[in-house]
């Protein structure tokens, strides 16, 4: 079974611009949650996706948005770019419980540069 | 809030023996997960174990297993027989057992880097 790919890699963009980045989730997996790690940090939660709707959210502004598709892939997309938005952005996909007794797989994230 | 706290920055241990990593947390409450996650220089992060917090027995994954003292919100890793490849970035989360809403909401620690001494 495939795992969960990020796309691109790395990117750098200038503050005030605007990044859309990738995430397609593995095989049977149907719920996307994105994650923001700053460098030294741990992954704070962005938002998570389910039936291609928003149904939890952590504390990012709203110019921090996404989607999800119906082949459960997704997107984040971060508008008017500022320096602080330099990070790594981790995908990870899971089925859907009631509870949190879903694991979650991980992608290798996606590093966003800001100058 | 739920906050997990890891005070230990780095950890240095020699191949083949043992160590602890150390992890704190900090809710109201009474059902929830705790994990340990690894992240090697790929980037990926990868589960090591999972505790439920309902769950007096400590888990154990082959070399891994977890010290979890619910009354004192510790939840300690232990890695024994250490190899090269335990190199890594090691994370320790929560998740709230509450039904519904963000279930895959993870609450990280900040992180304990630990290198591995051949």
């Known amino acids: 079974e495939t795992g969960v790919t990020q796309s691109p890699t790395h990117l750098i963009k200038t503050r005030g611009q605007q990044v859309t980045l990738r995430c397609s989730s593995q095989?049977?997996?149907?719920?996307v949650s994105w994650y923001q790690q700053a460098l030294g940090q741990g992954p704070q939660f962005i938002f998570q996706y389910y039936r291609e709707e928003e149904n939890g959210r952590g504390n990012f502004p709203p110019r921090f948005s996404g989607l999800q598709f119906p082949n459960y892939s997704s997107e984040l997309n971060v508008n008017a770019l500022e320096l602080d938005d330099s990070a790594l952005y981790l995908c990870?996909?899971?089925?859907?419980?009631?509870?949190?007794?879903?694991?979650?797989?991980f992608g290798a994230g996606s590093r966003l540069t800001v100058l | 809030a739920q906050t997990v706290t890891q005070s230990q920055p780095e950890m240095s241990v020699q191949e083949a023996e043992t160590v602890t990593l150390s992890c704190t947390y900090d809710?109201?409450?009474?059902?929830?997960?705790l994990f340990w996650y690894k992240q090697p220089p790929s980037r990926q992060m990868i589960l090591v174990i999972r505790?439920?917090?309902?769950?007096?027995q400590n888990a154990t994954e082959n070399r891994f297993s977890v010290n979890f003292q619910k009354a004192a919100k510790s939840f300690s890793l232990k890695i024994s027989d250490s190899q090269l490849g335990d190199a890594a970035m090691y994370f320790c989360a929560y998740r709230s057992a509450s039904g519904g809403g963000a279930t895959n909401k993870l609450i990280f620690g900040t992180g304990t880097l630990l290198a591995v001494q051949p």
């Open positions: 809710t109201s409450e009474s059902d929830y997960y």
């Open positions: 095989s049977g997996h149907n719920t």
């Open positions: 505790q439920e917090a309902y769950k007096q």
């Open positions: 990870a996909s899971s089925t859907p419980t009631l509870t949190g007794a879903n694991v979650l797989t």
